[in-house]
């Protein structure tokens, strides 16, 4: 029997009482819109059949959109806030830097523990918002175990990772300690065994939280690939399954993403297995667009047809992948326009269809979240409750949908650089406008219908009837504007250079006592080196 079948024999198993769903979330970083079986329907290169076939019994969302990186995403998922508020719409700075998610603002086991104590919450996989200091970490913000990475990617065999001025330690943990039990182990089985093993061991007596975040389709330098001893970090096996490709780095990255599809695959059955998967509500999304082959380094994702990559403000940036299944929910394509911070307050509307309790602490307006509830939008199919999206916004630089309007500006050069259409593989996307009017985001703001020319190939800006539309799109990014927090310079930190402790470990290197400043207080700076200086004196008078 195939999962399709088995997954829609257990979601009948759901009694009619009420229940408290388990929710389990997977990401994936680096994969491209057009690198999913489901999605190009079979006329690409990339094959996934364990998330395609959890597509047709699961909600694929049409117009679902994340942020440029990871990083900013994982802010907007795990807060239903906009990174633009949090101060973390870039990529994380060198690791040294004193830099993590404000512990102001909760997120998604916090307010599930509040909805319910109940709750059983665990992290795996990449963390990647912050870890300075132990308030940050995983297992302080709400989940009772964590084991995974602090920093965005390492090498996927010895776990040792590298921020961007080349700072270097290992990068395992399992809870608050460095784990190195795991070296020669692949990393993306690594975090699918550790899934399964946590999904194997619940009491499905609680419900059941689960954050799994796989450093995807990321290497060093894909480029690398064609060094033999660069590709030894994939097993073999999944070379294998992707030998019907001859380009090498392409190869190395389809490799990568099959192992994905494996270790997704096995988290599925594990939940059916256990018999969870009926009381279960699985999100899977991608955390940005694809690094185009072509336009981003050396690396090989396919976002085709859509313009640009990851990092820009481009359909191919932003325009993510994301499957829904729970018993509510057909196996259906709704058009609803669903921005990622938009999952905190949906999941918490499903909480309370399923159990009839309302979970006030996610809902009343005092959270202050951007994401809006798209519960009865995904059952019906109704009109969007969305019409906006600030796909991205600092300064003079932003993308911006409305409607079926969409401004891409990029003035102050805040976003990447890459333009064009890195088409690899076939799609049976229609683009629509056949002629092009081109157009530099630098030079001035580019204006599309996104709904008639979803690639971005005609810039109607300089059409006299559009003015009006421009204009007002342009003061919307202004008004969003005075709502974002602006990221301040920060100085490194040599303490938390690995080779200073005993490990050559990224470790949390701040005592607790000035955990609440992050690189976004204006005073950053100023307060640490008061703090630091406070610790000196008291250590000097007391010893």
């Not at 690396?299 to 990092?311: D, H, I, Q, V, W």
Request: net charge negative; hydrophobic share 35%.
């Amino acid at each position: 029997m195939v999962l399709a079948q088995l997954l829609t024999l257990c979601s009948g198993f759901i009694a009619a009482s009420s229940y408290t769903p388990h929710i389990i979330i997977i990401t994936v970083d680096d994969i491209g819109h057009n690198d999913f079986g489901f999605i190009h329907k079979g006329m690409g290169d990339a094959r996934t059949p364990y998330i395609d076939r959890f597509s047709e019994v699961s909600m694929s969302l049409q117009n679902y959109y994340v942020m440029p990186n990871g990083h900013s995403t994982r802010s907007a998922l795990l807060t239903g806030k906009h990174p633009a508020h949090l101060g973390t719409q870039f990529e994380p700075m060198d690791a040294t830097v004193p830099y993590g998610l404000g512990t102001e603002h909760l997120l998604l086991p916090k307010y599930l523990k509040e909805i319910n104590p109940k709750y059983k919450t665990h992290a795996v996989g990449q963390w990647d918002l912050g870890f300075y200091t132990k308030s940050l970490l995983p297992t302080s913000r709400g989940y009772d175990t964590f084991y995974g990475s602090y920093l965005t990617y390492g090498n996927y065999l010895t776990h040792q990772a590298k921020d961007q001025s080349d700072h270097e330690g290992f990068d395992l943990h399992d809870g608050l300690d460095v784990d190195e039990s795991g070296v020669g182990t692949f990393k993306t089985e690594l975090y699918g065994t550790k899934a399964v093993d946590i999904i194997k061991n619940h009491d499905d007596k609680d419900p059941l939280h689960l954050y799994v975040a796989f450093q995807g389709a990321q290497i060093d330098d894909l480029d690398q690939c064609k060094d033999s001893e660069k590709r030894k970090q994939i097993p073999v096996e999944y070379y294998r399954a992707v030998s019907h490709v001859d380009d090498p780095t392409r190869q190395c990255y389809l490799a990568l993403v099959k192992a994905i599809d494996q270790q997704f695959g096995r988290i599925i059955e594990a939940l059916k297995d256990h018999l969870l998967i009926a009381n279960s509500v699985v999100v899977f999304t991608t955390t940005s667009g694809g690094p185009a082959a072509g336009g981003y380094d050396f690396n090989a994702a396919s976002n085709s047809p859509y313009r640009g990559s990851k990092l820009t403000g481009w359909e191919g940036g932003v325009k993510g992948v994301a499957l829904i299944f729970n018993d509510m929910f057909t196996n259906s394509i709704p058009t609803c326009i669903f921005h990622v911070a938009d999952w905190i307050p949906t999941l918490a509307s499903m909480y309370q269809k399923a159990t009839g309790t309302a979970p006030t602490v996610v809902l009343k307006p005092e959270a202050k979240l951007y994401g809006i509830d798209q519960f009865n939008c995904l059952l019906t199919d109704g009109p969007s409750v969305r019409n906006s999206i600030m796909h991205f916004v600092y300064g003079d630089s932003a993308s911006f949908t409305k409607f079926e309007y969409k401004v891409v500006t990029n003035a102050d050069g805040y976003l990447a650089d890459m333009n064009e259409w890195y088409s690899i593989s076939e799609t049976d996307v229609d683009c629509g406008q056949a002629n092009t009017l081109t157009c530099n985001p630098k030079q001035a703001p580019c204006l599309f219908n996104i709904a008639l020319d979803p690639c971005e190939k005609r810039n109607i800006a300089p059409l006299s009837n559009n003015d009006v539309i421009l204009r007002n799109m342009m003061e919307d990014i202004s008004k969003f504007n005075e709502s974002v927090k602006y990221t301040t310079s920060s100085v490194a930190d040599e303490k938390g250079d690995p080779q200073y402790n005993k490990l050559i470990a990224w470790q949390p290197w701040v005592d607790s006592g000035c955990s609440s400043l992050t690189p976004q207080s204006l005073n950053f700076v100023y307060v640490l080196s008061i703090c630091a200086f406070s610790l000196l004196y008291m250590q000097a008078v007391y010893s």
